[in-house]
């Protein structure tokens, strides 16, 4: 029988495989899906979570294309997976959020921006939500 740690490896190798140009709405799966606190609850976990939005933050980035409908449903996605992540995982997650605050794609800064509304990151973290708020603008 597989352990856990086993068994998140693997699935966590799986969705990488997920994360492809432009497959938008496997990537929403993928960041809705680990979007659980219980799953969350492992910081191991929570780590490797917070490593699949990096790389689908990556991305958006890079896409040509920023406007498809696909695109728009996995930043709905975003908009409220990250918030669920980083409430797991608050240092690692703030600084995750920091590091994009000075991008250009207006698609991150709008993910930023839905996820530092979430009252999950407002009340238990005030002053770190203030402060990317603050690098935001």
């Known amino acids: ?15 990488e495989k997920w994360i492809q140009e432009e497959e938008w709405l496997l990537m ?20 490797k979570a917070l490593r699949l939005h990096e790389l689908i933050f990556d ?3 890079r896409a040509s294309y920023q406007n498809s409908e696909e695109l ?10 990250l918030s ?9 997650g703030f600084k995750f959020m920091d590091k994009f605050t000075r991008s ?8 930023l921006k839905q996820n530092l509304k979430k009252n999950r990151l407002i009340k238990n973290h005030p002053l770190e939500v203030k402060s990317t708020i603050k690098k935001l603008n």
């Open 28 to 47: 929403r799966a993928v960041a809705t899906g680990l979007a659980n606190p219980s799953f969350l609850g492992d910081k191991e976990h929570a780590q």
């Open 104 to 111: 250009e794609n207006k698609n991150i800064i709008w993910i």
């Open 84 to 92: 669920v992540v980083v409430q797991a995982i608050p240092e690692e």
């Open 1 to 15: 029988m597989l352990n856990n740690l086993s068994l998140c490896n693997g699935l966590i190798s799986e969705l």
């Open 59 to 61: 991305q958006i980035i």
């Open 72 to 81: 728009i449903a996995l930043r709905k996605g975003l908009g409220y997976s």
